[in-house]
């Protein structure tokens, strides 16, 4: 089946740096993809939304110079966290749309420990 | 906007009873609508899913849910609980990014516990 994987799985790092969380759909092409953060006890809200070849759609709200996106290949979309913050502190979860089907499929999520 | 209410953010059920997860969405078109699954630190994973043509939807691992327009419903069902079915579960209904492209909007999330 349809795998999408996320690395690191779990992060820790220091207030003020940048980390940077992968997403890759391994056995299928997906120009669109999607960044999500869960919070505890919270549902998933939609960052942004990670086109191919061109800029990221942010979500009302999001800012787009700290969560920067880049979806270089059909295989490989990249978010990092500029400036790490405490509050920046999350689960990160991305998805891929495979391009011949439609079907979202999510990776297994990041976690973001900032301290 | 797209829009889902999960009512009960805690279920708890025994083994062997029936699972009900209740999803009531708010769509301005005609919805697709998502159940997925969540295991403790772990993505998500698809249950099922309804998009056009038979409103009840069988999904993995027995569920299944009946998509009811009159009450914009899509609860999500097992007739028999079992311990591995103990997580969190989302429903989700499509909608459009800022950019115009699809994406989902979930649910805060139904914790299931199953006693044995």
């Known amino acids: 089946g349809a795998v999408v994987s996320q690395h690191p799985s779990r992060v820790i790092c220091k207030s003020g740096t940048s980390v940077k969380i992968e997403c890759r759909s391994l056995?299928?092409?997906?120009?669109?993809m999607f960044w999500y953060r869960q919070f505890p006890k919270k549902s998933l809200m939609l960052m942004a939304t990670s086109n191919e070849g061109s800029k990221a759609t942010y979500e009302q709200g999001v800012e787009k110079d700290k969560f920067l996106i880049n979806h270089a290949s059909l295989t490989l979309s990249t978010l990092t966290v500029t400036s790490a913050h405490p509050e920046d502190s999350s689960f990160y979860i991305c998805?891929?749309?495979?391009?011949?089907?439609?079907?979202?499929?999510f990776g297994e999520g990041s976690w973001l420990t900032v301290v | 906007a797209q829009s889902v209410t999960q009512l009960g953010s805690h279920v708890s059920v025994s083994e062997g009873a029936l699972v009900l997860l209740r999803c009531n969405y708010s769509s301005s078109v005609p919805p697709y609508l998502f159940w997925y699954v969540q295991y403790p630190n772990q993505g998500l994973q698809l249950l099922l899913k309804y998009t056009t043509g038979a409103t009840l939807v069988k999904g993995i691992n027995g569920f299944e849910a009946e998509f009811k327009k009159s009450e914009t419903s899509f609860h999500l069902t097992k007739p028999s609980a079992h311990m591995s079915d103990a997580a969190e579960y989302f429903c989700?209904?499509?909608?459009?990014?800022?950019?115009?492209?699809?994406?989902?909007?979930f649910g805060k999330g139904t914790k299931l516990t199953v006693n044995p």
């Open positions: 989700a209904v499509s909608d459009l990014t800022q950019g115009g492209s699809e994406k989902l909007v």
């Open positions: 998805s891929a749309r495979r391009d011949s089907g439609n079907t979202i499929y």
């Open positions: 056995d299928f092409q997906a120009t669109t």
